[in-house]
Every structure is written in structure tokens, then in C-alpha cells.
């Protein structure tokens, strides 16, 4: 069974930081509030490394990454 990363921001616990869009901009953009936007929350393979680092930087852990079976 392939599993499939999705990343996830929590918006409430978000303080718009910008720190992730920062570790991983070829998937997250800021508003223009400076709060994080994911277009497409599929995780391509090649940047999984760089999505856990982005989640593990997070200060307010708000970065979240789950796997969802496809």
C-alpha cells in the first residue's frame, strides 16, 4: 500500500511567522498577513525531508504532516 504525505496548518495555533514558507517554499506562500497558504497539500516525495524539517522548525507547532493511505 502506498501512502501518501499531506501537510497541514493549523490556523489557529498559527502566529504567522513565516518560517515554514521559508524551510519549504515550494509548497507554502504567505498571505498578506504573513500567514502560511498550501495550495496543494500533497507532500511530492522529494520534499518530504524538508517537509519534516519545516514541521519540526515550526515555534508554534502548527505544521503538521499525517499519512493518508492511497
Not at 50 to 59: E, I, K, L, N, Y
Request: charged share 30%; proline share 9%.
Amino acid at each position: 500500500m502506498t501512502r501518501t504525505r499531506t501537510l497541514r496548518i493549523d490556523r489557529i495555533a498559527c502566529t504567522g511567522q513565516g518560517l515554514c514558507a521559508e524551510l519549504l517554499p515550494e509548497l507554502i506562500d504567505l498571505d498578506e498577513w504573513g500567514y502560511p497558504i498550501a495550495g496543494d497539500p500533497a507532500v511530492p516525495d522529494r520534499l518530504r525531508t524538508h517537509a519534516r524539517r519545516a514541521v519540526a522548525a515550526c515555534p508554534r507547532l502548527a505544521l503538521h504532516t499525517d499519512d493518508d493511505p492511497a
